[in-house]
């Protein structure tokens, strides 16, 4: 999927990932995904100000996301004070996710991904 600058378009990936993982029996795991998605495609249409590419796959026991931009600046977690309503976004990935990290692309681009184990009896 991709996503012009529109931070409204964050809320359908949120959805289109959510509905991908419920339509692959992956019901447990479809909530903390979209969370995931929808950060890290926020993120990247923050600090980049341009498009974003989302990519949801189920490979090798996992389900994994990707999110391309055009920027080359590592994503980097913020310190926030207990009453801020913005700057978690890391965090929630880091919390929900089993892994996650980014890697540098051609052109001077990166993806930032994340992963989550499939539930128990659903493989890829």
């Known amino acids: 999927m991709s996503i012009a600058a529109n931070k409204a378009l964050v809320a359908e990936v ?25 950060e890290l495609a926020s993120n990247a249409l923050k600090y980049t100000g341009g498009e974003a590419a989302v990519r949801l796959r189920l490979t090798k026991g996992q389900a994994q996301l990707e ?7 590592q994503p980097a977690q ?7 309503e913005k700057g978690r976004g890391l965090l929630l990935v880091e919390a929900l996710a089993a892994e996650w ?8 681009a990166k993806t930032v991904w994340a992963s ?9």
Do not use: N
């Open 78 to 84: 913020r310190r926030v004070g207990t009453e801020a």
């Open 14 to 38: 949120r959805r289109s990932v959510r509905a991908a993982l419920l339509s692959w029996g992956a019901d447990e795991i479809a909530d903390d995904m979209a969370v995931v998605a929808s």
């Open 101 to 108: 990290g980014w890697r540098l692309r051609k052109g001077g």
């Open 116 to 124: 989550l184990p499939l539930p128990a009896g659903r493989t890829a």
């Open 67 to 73: 999110v391309e931009d055009g920027s080359a600046q």
